[in-house]
């Protein structure tokens, strides 16, 4: 991945993140990694652990950010949110998965879409 796509990733999840933390969601981690793969935040809604990955694209020539998150992604992401609610021994009543999606404009601010329960 090219220093330019991961600042833009960053740049995406930051935005993210606030979004979701001013929308009353609690950061439990961000960016946690294990030999399988990386969840880009893991939040707490309520008593719901949610799980959100992140996209952010600077055009929509391929689509929807969202559109990125294909069967493969979402079975990895189920796998992973397994592996953290062992790792971590947190409880959850209800588990989610959510996508954010981040699309940085030409001129203003970058327009940020939550996906609640994407699959």
């Known amino acids: 991945m090219t220093t330019q796509r991961q600042a833009i990733g960053a740049y995406g999840e930051r935005l993210a993140a606030r979004h979701l933390?001013?929308?009353?969601?609690r950061i439990l981690a961000?960016?946690?990694?294990?030999?399988?793969g990386e969840v880009d935040l893991i939040l707490r809604d309520g008593d719901d652990v949610v799980f959100c990955e992140v996209k952010t694209r600077?055009?929509?020539t391929f689509g929807p950010p969202a559109a990125a998150v294909d069967p493969r992604k979402?079975?990895?992401l189920r796998q992973l949110a397994l592996r953290w609610l062992a790792e971590s021994g947190t409880y959850a009543p209800r588990i989610r998965f959510d996508v954010v999606e981040v699309l940085p404009q030409p001129r203003g601010a970058s327009r940020v879409v939550h996906i609640r329960a994407a699959f």
């Open 21 to 25: 933390e001013e929308h009353g969601l």
């Open 74 to 76: 979402v079975k990895k």
């Open 58 to 60: 600077r055009t929509g």
């Open 30 to 36: 961000r960016n946690w990694r294990c030999a399988d």
